[in-house]
């Protein structure tokens, strides 16, 4: 059992499970009924999504990001600890929209979950 770590509205891997939505804002012009059926996301979870002004940040100094958005995610870690569990006992996946994982939180997100003791799909 692991958490797969995804980019939004790519296809669906065979193991991959429920899909959870790590963006700040759903996908535009797609209908709500339409986010699982497009392989966007089955369940929105914004609380592990960057701030605005973080994201506004990424564009400019990934460093300094990165930090922030580590930040940020201290306020959620007992989110992190509840995925971290659930790893160890079903496949599911989290992700965001963005093309390039390493510029984008979810490469931070993939370590911080596993710093919580996540099992993380290779």
Known sequence: MTISVVRLGSPRGKAEGPR??????????????????LDY???WLPELAP??????????????????YRREM???SHLLEVLAALSRTADFSVGCYCEDESRCHRSIL????????????V
Do not use: C, M
């Open 20 to 37: 959870l939505g790590t963006v700040r804002r759903p996908p535009r012009g797609v209908k709500k009924q339409d986010y699982a059926k």
């Open 41 to 43: 996301y089955d369940v």
């Open 51 to 68: 701030g605005a002004s973080l994201i506004k940040l990424a564009h400019r100094d990934w460093n300094r990001f990165a930090k922030g």
């Open 74 to 76: 201290r306020a959620q």
């Open 110 to 121: 993939r370590k911080l979950l596993a710093e919580h003791g996540a099992r993380i799909a």
